[in-house]
């Protein structure tokens, strides 16, 4: 049992250490790096066109501009399950495309009572969510690691102050108690930091290394919320409506009866 759990702990800890040299953290990166955009145009899509279409409900043009609202919606869950399969490596299952000898109204009650049909409306403003998350850890980590671990090019520039300010001193209290001859004696101390400057090179390398620390945990973080988007994405847009094939097909069926 120990031995299994130090394999693990050694798998692991190899992993750790390698994420910043797999092509795969560089595709979870891009993929949660467009989350930010593609998020935020979902959200703002369907926040338009759902009251704007519900509003017009009662003019007849309501119900045209909410059934075009799902069928673009459709077509971007789509574009998500493709780019979740480029970039993730995960595969995402749609329904077969409609028949062509169905009619318009098979179709459209097919769409309508499909689960995958609510679910996708459901991920694609979601997503807005994921790309706030991305954009928080990667602020959080990336940007502040990289700065960390360039510190050595610029810690001695004139008037730069490189290091930590603090409005109240942080204290740390050590201490250590033993009994002794019914006695208790004991150890302690008060460490106190208020303000501390990069000034020499070893100082700068140190600051340096921790850099290196934090990018390889942001670098985990953003594999752990990758591996969450790609399962996320599989639960809400597996098995939805194939409308991009069904669009095909009418096109060919088109062509070729011209």
């Known amino acids: 049992m120990s031995l299994t759990a130090s394999v693990r702990v050694r798998r692991g800890l190899r992993s750790f250490l390698a994420s910043p040299f797999r092509r795969q953290t560089y595709l ?4 949660l790096s467009l989350a930010v955009p593609l998020g935020f145009a979902y959200f703002l899509l369907l926040a338009i066109g759902v009251p704007l279409g519900l509003g017009l409900v009662f003019v007849v043009i309501g119900i045209p501009v909410l059934a075009l609202l799902v069928a673009v919606s459709l077509g971007l869950a789509d574009v998500e ?12 299952e749609h329904r077969r ?3 062509p000898d169905e009619s318009w ?17 459901v991920y694609l403003p979601s997503k807005f969510l994921l790309g706030l998350a991305s954009f928080t850890v990667i602020t959080s ?32 209290h050590p201490a250590l108690y033993f009994g002794w001859n019914r006695l208790l004696v004991g150890y302690e101390t008060v460490f106190r930091l208020e303000a501390w400057r990069v000034t020499t090179l070893g100082e700068a390398l140190i600051v340096a ?16 919320l990758a591996r969450l ?7 809400m847009l597996g098995g939805t409506y194939d409308v991009v094939g069904t669009a095909r097909r009418a096109v060919r069926r088109g062509t070729g009866g011209a």
Do not use: H
């Open 209 to 224: 290394g921790f850099g290196v620390l934090v990018i390889l945990v942001g670098f985990q973080l953003l594999n752990w």
């Open 97 to 99: 495309p409609a028949s």
């Open 141 to 172: 980590t990336l940007t502040t690691g990289v700065s960390l671990l360039l510190v050595p090019l610029y810690y001695d520039q004139p008037g730069l102050y490189v290091g930590v300010v603090t409005d109240r001193p942080v204290e740390l």
């Open 229 to 235: 988007s790609g399962w996320y994405a599989r639960v």
């Open 105 to 121: 109204r098979e179709r459209l009650t097919e769409v309508v009572t499909d689960r995958g049909t609510w679910t996708a409306l």
């Open 28 to 31: 979870n990166l891009l993929y």
């Open 81 to 92: 399950r493709r780019l979740t399969s480029a970039l993730l490596g995960v595969d995402i």
